[in-house]
């Protein structure tokens, strides 16, 4: 079984009449909806409230990256909205997570912060050859998770297969984060690796990304139910 408060179903969409009807799908589990860049685009912030009307909890996932004042003043008035998880790029570095994690726990919600380390999509030959970041990719994640720790994040977004090497080195406490989640029998889509939600479990991830597997499916609920099944 996997609990359901581990389980952010990522909101991948434009379209408001499939937003109304997912949450409205999720209403009444304890799972977390992940709002990116392209929903918050284009539908605004209005659409947080939507889903805390439902009882869902928010993961705002806009991966800030810029200067420091910049990334501290844009979560000043993010953090107007009641989220409770929002991420930057550990990229940013020490200066600007600091920074990013004294908006955030200064702030009302006080919601979660997370440092993004590398991208899922991110091969090895593009962190030594086009990063210029020698050693392995996983390497480079530990590392941008131990800078997070350090500069007061709550945890790292990551993929599964990293979350081991990053709990014994950060804490078992120091939250991970992982997308590319498939249960099997469903398409991986643009996922390169991925993992089943019992495999990440097992993996030991705090909260598992979970997008169109639930929300491509003629019943988001179905596909929901299952996953918590342990499909
Ligand atoms: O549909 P799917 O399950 O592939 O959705 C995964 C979600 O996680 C998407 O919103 C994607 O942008 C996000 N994500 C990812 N890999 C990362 C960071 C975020 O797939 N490293």
């Not at 089943?196 to 929901?224: F, H």
């Amino acid at each position: 079984m996997i609990p359901a408060e581990k389980v952010i179903v990522a909101l991948d969409t434009q379209d408001p009449e499939q937003v109304k009807k997912i949450l409205d799908a999720l209403k009444g589990y304890k799972v977390w909806v992940k709002i990116g860049m392209e929903l918050f685009y284009s539908l605004g912030p209005q659409v947080i409230q939507e889903a805390k009307d439902r009882d869902l909890k928010v993961f705002l996932d806009l991966k800030l990256h810029d200067i420091p004042t910049t990334v501290s003043h844009a979560l000043q008035a993010l953090m107007k909205h009641p989220v409770d998880m929002v991420n930057v790029h550990a990229a940013g570095g020490s200066e600007m997570l600091k920074m990013a994690s004294s908006v955030v726990k200064s702030s009302v919600h006080k919601p979660l912060l997370i440092a993004v380390t590398q991208l899922t999509s991110t091969t090895q030959s593009q962190v030594n050859d086009e990063q210029h970041i020698t050693g392995s990719l996983e390497e480079s994640v530990v590392h941008y998770a131990q800078l997070a720790r350090m500069s007061g994040c709550d945890g790292v977004v990551c993929a599964p297969q990293e979350v081991i090497a990053i709990k014994k080195i950060c804490s078992p406490e120091f939250i991970t984060v992982t997308p590319g989640i498939r249960p099997l029998g469903t398409s991986m889509n643009d996922q390169k690796r991925v993992t089943t939600p019992m495999d990440a479990l097992r993996l030991g991830t705090d909260y598992m990304v979970i997008g169109r597997p639930i929300t491509q499916n003629p019943s988001p609920l179905v596909a929901l139910v299952s996953i918590l099944k342990g499909s």
